[in-house]
């Protein structure tokens, strides 16, 4: 697959939701903004990741790129296939392009379903009239071949979700998620509510399959030892927007916007940093129902001025694989290196250790 292809193309994308507040008159209508002006490409084979606090609205941004919603405004490609404005049936022939992995496997699988079931239902839906006949029997030997290749067995495809643990019960989702050949997966928080030598062998085996099946991936985390260990591109998102997009070893060794680096802060080392004592980010971020003028992170931001407080900064060239929405984004190059070497480092180190780990689990 050619690498300089855009799989995903996005263009200022905006996601609101009505919402009702209750105030002394009665119950008042507000518009959430879970997404406000998001633009980002995604070139095949590629994997960004998409990092934030909860509430940022990157599970939106997610929902919206695997076309579950529409967008309130802007334009959306997938695979060269423009999307604005399509209507339910017209977009069914580019949901087989999409494909999402969920955080919890267990309720985003039918448990009245066997594995097999799961597996081949896609492939009624999208039956392959090329290569090969829709039949049972083909559908149930791709079904088999993919669980094969998720490290499963042929003879689990008559077993019930139940019967497996979290880890085997994601390996099923992500089968389920290859059955069409996707261009393009979501991946939201797919490890975090596994067991860690489990979120181990799941990370080494999106690795493979991503070399195996050319697969382009979104993947959202809150774990920037995870990130650093799968992403190529990580796009830090904040109050709804991309406040900054940098290829892995830039961000993490040069971060320029604010908010980056306190995220960056955070990585709990093995070693007390006392460097850090004091310079954690505080508080909450505000609501989106009422966003702050100017800067959105501006609030918490110990080096906010006037201008942060009045005017929303654009997206800045740092390099050519590097960009930040910060007024200051040169006067923060130099901030503390050692704290974020630190916590680059100690990122890198878990990382290591993943890699020490094959897909089962085992030390290689």
């Not at 880890?167 to 992500?174: S, V």
């Not at 109050?239 to 040069?254: C, M, N, P, T, Y």
């Amino acid at each position: 697959m050619d690498k300089t292809q855009i799989i995903v193309e996005a263009n200022n994308l905006t996601k609101t939701f009505a919402t009702k507040i209750a105030t002394e008159k009665g119950w008042e209508k507000k518009t959430v903004a879970a997404v406000t002006d998001v633009s980002l490409a995604i070139n095949a084979g590629e994997t960004l990741a998409l990092v934030g606090e909860s509430g940022c609205g990157k599970t939106t941004l997610g929902r919206m790129l695997s076309l579950f919603y529409q967008p309130s405004a802007g334009q959306l490609s997938i695979a060269g296939n423009a999307i604005d404005g399509l209507k339910n049936r017209q977009l069914k022939p580019l949901r087989q392009h999409v494909q999402m992995i969920f955080q919890d496997p267990m309720s985003s699988l039918n448990p009245r379903h066997t594995v097999e079931s799961i597996l081949t239902e896609p492939m009624k839906i999208f039956p392959d009239k090329g290569k090969t006949k829709n039949s049972a029997e083909c559908r149930s030997e791709r079904a088999a071949e993919l669980l094969e290749a998720v490290g499963l067995s042929k003879a689990d495809l008559a077993k019930y979700p139940h019967e497996f643990s979290g880890g085997q019960r994601q390996r099923i989702t992500i089968a389920r998620a290859l059955v069409l050949n996707p261009a393009f997966i979501v991946a939201d928080e797919p490890v975090s509510a596994l067991d860690v030598s489990v979120q181990s062998q799941i990370l080494n085996l999106m690795k493979d399959l991503r070399e195996q099946y050319n697969l382009t991936y979104l993947f959202i985390s809150h774990d920037l030892a995870v990130v650093h260990h799968l992403a190529d591109r990580i796009a830090v998102m904040y109050l709804g927007r991309i406040v900054e997009i940098a290829d892995r070893d830039s961000l993490f060794s040069d971060a320029r916007h604010p908010y980056t680096q306190s995220l960056l802060r955070s990585v709990p080392t093995v070693t007390p940093n006392k460097s850090k004592i004091g310079r954690i980010l505080q508080g909450d971020p505000p609501s989106p129902i009422n966003p702050p003028d100017g800067c959105p992170f501006n609030p918490r931001c110990d080096r906010a001025t006037d201008i942060c407080r009045e005017q929303l900064p654009a997206m800045e060239k740092v390099s050519e694989t590097h960009f930040s929405a910060c007024h200051h984004y040169q006067e923060h190059s130099s901030y503390n290196k050692s704290s974020n070497n630190k916590s680059s480092a100690n990122s890198s180190e878990q990382a290591v250790n993943i890699d020490q780990l094959d897909n089962s689990g085992n030390p290689q």
